[in-house]
């Protein structure tokens, strides 16, 4: 029984390349003209309206092809076409190489059994079928169903892409230095609830530039992703490119939840459109160049040592002129690490973190901002060797308030801390400030030299409520008097009216509420963030964690503020 001639067609098909000669049309260009097949007309014009591309892989006269199919009027519904005398195999080769499409996507249609085999011989994986035989019922395949795109979104794209590299051809730049004159400009999209079907589209018909290659196809599947998403600390975006040749569309989505320990990455997907454009690269770079299992095959890789510097943030493509974007501090705890991923890549961050022993830093420390910068704490043992920030770190900090724009601290978990201590000076109970987090001093403790150096070096400080508010206070002060003038200083609140922690410590976090309020109230630059009343219950995880959109709501109260006007007041 022989085998039904479109049977091979076995995978989704994102490209159709033609034959001309007895394949798209009856005859040959060339001799004794041609027989235009109306069917195989429409068929181009349908299968551009469902997204798939069309092009041409003919033995002929460019020019003399090209009029032919102008006279059809069909022409401008084929993309990359190749037409000349030279072997079809390695042209076909080259051509998807520049569509960034895989062989294993593409349909080549040919009446000449030499053309099929060669292109199969350099194009492992490609669909071919031989166009002397009943084509009938090609449309009507699984495989050729694409989506609906009668508004030609795809064949532009292509077109782009088209022009591109035609114009990279002629300059003779390589091609980095072609991509720093083509204004490449990217648009990170936080708020992706009403892009679902791109998300998916991304997560399940990306391969090439699929690095994780976590579908969500089923039910389930999609369950699962919709329950991350609602995660607490989870961060989410759609890329969206544009440079001076055309938009490219939505071309990227990333999942990543980050914390002290570190990124773990859920997703990270790329549409081939955007292939040798370093997209994903300064994506990857955007997130801090996160270490994760690269699900493989993938064309190219994430070098840790390369900097994409031909690529521009940008907040809206239609600004007539981008505004240089704000230069933002924040110090404090890991909730920022949530908060800093929609305020922009021009940052400084002095948040929570492990050192390289696995032990927590806490930037959240009064000490980090009021302790003198004096010669006698930077040659500090003890600094260095109970703390876990440095002197190098207070100096950075400074710097950096004088030079941001906006400034963001976070900095309740100071006031709760037990763990305290003094040290340094020559009067007794010490001239310093440090907090040793609980986990950092139980390692201490297990090396009996460093314990036995810790109890003669450090003073544990078991001060009262009001005390400690002061030290506090008294860090925003040098936050405050450091920054630059005109440069907004937000300070987070303690949530008092949600989840269980709130409940066990309200008192302590309404006291720390109110230190800040006054605080702000006394200084014009200053502004309070009151999450309790800025998110909605359903926005958060609990007492300290919130949602992406809790946390993108904070972002976005920050940056209305500094665009409303400076010295801007929370409700």
């Known amino acids: 029984m022989s085998k039904h001639p479109l049977s091979n067609i076995n995978a989704p098909v994102k490209v159709v390349i033609w034959d001309l000669d007895e394949t798209f049309w009856k005859g040959t260009l060339s001799e004794e003209g041609i027989e235009p097949i109306p069917a195989h007309v429409e068929m181009v014009r349908t299968l551009v309206d469902r997204g798939i591309m069309c092009s041409i892989c003919s033995k002929n006269d460019f020019d003399t092809a090209k009029a032919k199919l102008e006279e059809l009027g069909i022409w401008d519904m084929f993309v990359f076409p190749h037409i000349d005398w030279t ?15 895989r062989a294993e996507n593409a349909l080549f249609l040919d009446d000449n059994h030499l053309n099929l085999e060669e292109t199969t011989f350099f194009n492992e994986g490609i669909m071919c079928v031989d166009a002397t035989l009943d084509l009938a019922g090609l449309l009507d395949l699984p495989q050729m169903k694409g989506k609906d795109d009668r508004e030609h979104s795809r064949l532009k794209q292509y077109r782009v892409m088209e022009g591109k590299f035609a114009e990279m051809k002629s300059s003779g730049l390589s091609n980095e230095d072609f991509l720093r004159q083509s204004e490449i400009q990217i648009r990170i999209i936080t708020d992706i609830d009403d892009k679902m079907d791109r998300v998916l589209e991304l997560l399940n018909r990306t391969n090439q530039l699929n690095f994780t290659k976590v579908r969500a196809n089923t039910d389930k599947e999609r369950a699962d992703l919709d329950n991350l998403l609602k995660t607490s600390g989870m961060h989410a975006g759609l890329i969206q490119v544009k440079d001076r040749y055309g938009d490219y569309g ?49 064309s190219g890789d994430l070098d840790a040592d390369k900097e994409v510097d031909w690529i521009t943030e940008v907040a809206d493509f239609d600004a007539a002129v981008e505004e240089e974007q704000k230069r933002l501090v924040l110090v404090g705890g890991c909730d920022l690490l949530q908060v800093s991923f929609y305020c922009g890549t021009n940052r400084d961050e002095f948040v929570n973190k492990q050192d390289e022993m696995g032990l ?28 876990g920030w440095s002197y190098d770190d207070m100096l950075n900090l400074d710097r950096s308030l004088g030079e941001a724009d906006l400034v963001l601290l976070s900095m309740y978990f100071s006031v709760p801390s037990d763990n305290l201590f003094t040290f340094g000076g020559k009067e007794f109970g010490g001239k310093y400030w440090g907090t040793v987090p609980p986990r950092r001093l139980k390692r201490l403790m297990k090396d009996p030299d460093h314990a036995l150096r810790f109890a003669k070096e450090m003073f544990h ?111």
């Open 250 to 298: 939505i071309v990227g989505f990333f999942c990543v939840r980050t914390k002290f320990s570190g990124t773990t990455v859920h997703h990270f997907a790329f549409s081939c459109r955007t292939l040798n454009m370093g997209v994903e690269q300064w994506v990857w770079q955007y997130l801090n160049k996160p270490e994760f299992k690269i699900v493989g095959p993938v």
């Open 360 to 387: 927590l830093v806490r930037y959240d420390d009064v000490g980090f901002f009021i302790n003198p910068r004096d010669m006698e704490l930077k040659h500090s043992r003890a600094l260095r060797n109970f703390i």
């Open 87 to 101: 072997p079809k195999g390695q042209a076909i080769n080259t051509m998807l190489e520049r569509m960034g499409l």
């Open 461 to 571: 400080r078991r001060l009262p409520l009001e005390d400690r508010l002061d030290l506090t206070r008294q860090a925003f002060a040098h936050a405050y008097g450091h920054k630059k003038p005109g440069a907004l200083l937000f300070i987070l609140s303690a949530v008092a009216d949600h989840g269980q922690q709130a409940e066990r410590t309200r008192d302590m976090r309404l006291a720390f509420n109110t230190m800040c309020r006054e605080f702000c109230a006394d200084n014009p630059e200053a502004v309070f963030v009151d999450i309790d009343t800025l998110l909605l219950p359903e926005e958060f995880a609990d007492s300290d964690h919130y949602t992406r959109t809790g946390y993108f709501k904070i972002a976005d109260f920050m940056n209305r503020s500094v665009g409303n006007a400076s010295g801007a007041k929370a409700a």
